[in-house]
Structures are given as structure tokens and as C-alpha cells.
């Protein structure tokens, strides 16, 4: 629970910190996006640490009617989003021990509900999952201050193995923010996340997310995600060091690509 409690603080500092109210002239909720077959919007992705490129994220709608919207996924070479890394021995009893990475046809395709709860969808620095029920990442009209928690269940498409997702999310307020695509009013979502996935060398993520959602476009313009686990192979006994840090990787939304 010590992320949660380390979340729940920034979600406080971040409520006091942003304006609660919204800029001249744009409405304080925020609705659900709309989409329809074709869209597409790509992401430019570096890494939160170093700050050097990493490549990009683009979707594509492929079907959408009045139950899902199908995305069609494609990122660049060794980014690895909606995939995880199984590299050390023994730490699957179902799956081979040699170094490998769990990622194929599961991670190019990504569904959510018209009302923007994701059916199927990473998590951050995991696998692509299903989710039942569908896991609310935004809870739509959106207003500043809005708070939402629970758990839901989520299958690993990689492995096949279930596991519960707890997660707790804080609409912290409005802020301008810069991208390549412009600059837009945004609303700013804070989640803290435990992914709940464990095998027999680390115990399970705790992910922390920020998001700037711009209700003009109906887009996310800005995400950054990044994590950290317990390392069971570098315990000594009972004794661990401090959690291991993962990727952290921050998304700019891009430019509507030229005819």
C-alpha cells in the first residue's frame, strides 16, 4: 500500500495546486470523446529518465459501433507497449525459462466502451489485458476534482493468467499544456494503480499515471506512466532494497499526419 498512500498525497498536492475552474469561455466537464472508423492520431514517446526518443504510438479506429472501439496499434520497434519481458529463469512455471518477450498480435489491437472504459488495453510497463468488468481509466463527464476507485479483473493475453486490478484516480484540475500538436486546456487525471502481476522472481507493479485530457479535441494530448516492483531476487531473506524502478515513458500527442 506504500504507493497508494505516496499517490494519495501528490492526487492532494495536485488538487490544491491546479485551478479548479476552467479558462474563460470552455465548459468545466469535460464529455466522452467520440470516434469513428479512420480516425487516427499517433503519440511521439521518450523516455521520462533521459529525456531521449523512443518513437511512436499510432491509433487507428478500425470498427466502432454502440459496444466498442477497436484500435489498431502500431508503435515503433522495441518500444514495447502492451508488452512484458520474461527474462529470467524459472520466473513462469508454465512458460520457457530462456529470455524472451511476450509480445505478438496481442499487443497491436486495443478495444474500449463508447464511454471510455477500456475492454482491452495495456497497463503500463505490463501485458496487454481484457478486463471484466471493463476498467473505468476515465470516467466521463470529467470535472475537476472528480475522484473514482475499485478493482476489477484483468487476463493476461500474453500468458493467459488472471490477476485484480485496484486502482484510485483524482481529476486534479485544469492546465495548459504544450505538444507538438499545440497547446491545449486540459484536464489533468492522476491514477495510482497496483497491476496485481507477480511471478516467482518480483512481486506486483505499482503504477503511477498523469494524464491532460483536452476536451476540445476529445483527445488525450499529453500521458506519462511509469512504475516499480519488489525484486525478489535481490532480497537477502526478508530484507529488500528499495522497489525497483521501470520504464517511465511520456506521450505527446502529434500533429494530424498531411494528405
Not at 475499485?150 to 487476463?155: A, I, N, P, Q, R
Request: one cysteine or more; glycine letters at 8%.
Amino acid at each position: 500500500m506504500r504507493l497508494i498512500v505516496i499517490a494519495a498525497i501528490a492526487l492532494l498536492a495536485g488538487c490544491a495546486q491546479l485551478p479548479q475552474t476552467p479558462p474563460a469561455g470552455v465548459s468545466p466537464t469535460a464529455a466522452a470523446p467520440t470516434f469513428k472508423v479512420g480516425d487516427s492520431w499517433t503519440y511521439a514517446v521518450h523516455d521520462g529518465y533521459t529525456k531521449l526518443e523512443r518513437g511512436t504510438l499510432r491509433h487507428t479506429v478500425t470498427a466502432a459501433d454502440a459496444n466498442k472501439v477497436v484500435l489498431a496499434v502500431e508503435q515503433s520497434s522495441g518500444l514495447g507497449v502492451g508488452c512484458r519481458s520474461v527474462a529470467r529463469e524459472n520466473s513462469l512455471d508454465k512458460l520457457p525459462g530462456s529470455s524472451q518477450v511476450l509480445c505478438g498480435e496481442e499487443a497491436k489491437r486495443w478495444e474500449i466502451a463508447p464511454g471510455g472504459s477500456w475492454l482491452r488495453h495495456p497497463l503500463t510497463n505490463g501485458s496487454t489485458y481484457t478486463f471484466t468488468p471493463p476498467y473505468p481509466a476515465h470516467e466521463f463527464p470529467l470535472v475537476a476534482g472528480k475522484t473514482w476507485s475499485g478493482k476489477v479483473k484483468s487476463h493476461d493475453l500474453a500468458t493467459g493468467r488472471d490477476f485484480e486490478v485496484h486502482y484510485s484516480a483524482t481529476v486534479t484540475g485544469w492546465e495548459r499544456v504544450t505538444v507538438p500538436a499545440g497547446t491545449f486546456d486540459a484536464l489533468v487525471i492522476q491514477r495510482a494503480v497496483f497491476d496485481g502481476y507477480w511471478d516467482y522472481t518480483r512481486k506486483q507493479s505499482e503504477i503511477r499515471e498523469r494524464e491532460w485530457y483536452a476536451p476540445a479535441i476529445g483527445r488525450v494530448v499529453r500521458k506519462e506512466g511509469r512504475s516499480e516492483f519488489l525484486d525478489w531476487l535481490i532480497c537477502i531473506g526478508w530484507v529488500c532494497p528499495p522497489y525497483a524502478a521501470d520504464n517511465w515513458l511520456v506521450y505527446e500527442l502529434l500533429p494530424p499526419a498531411r494528405p
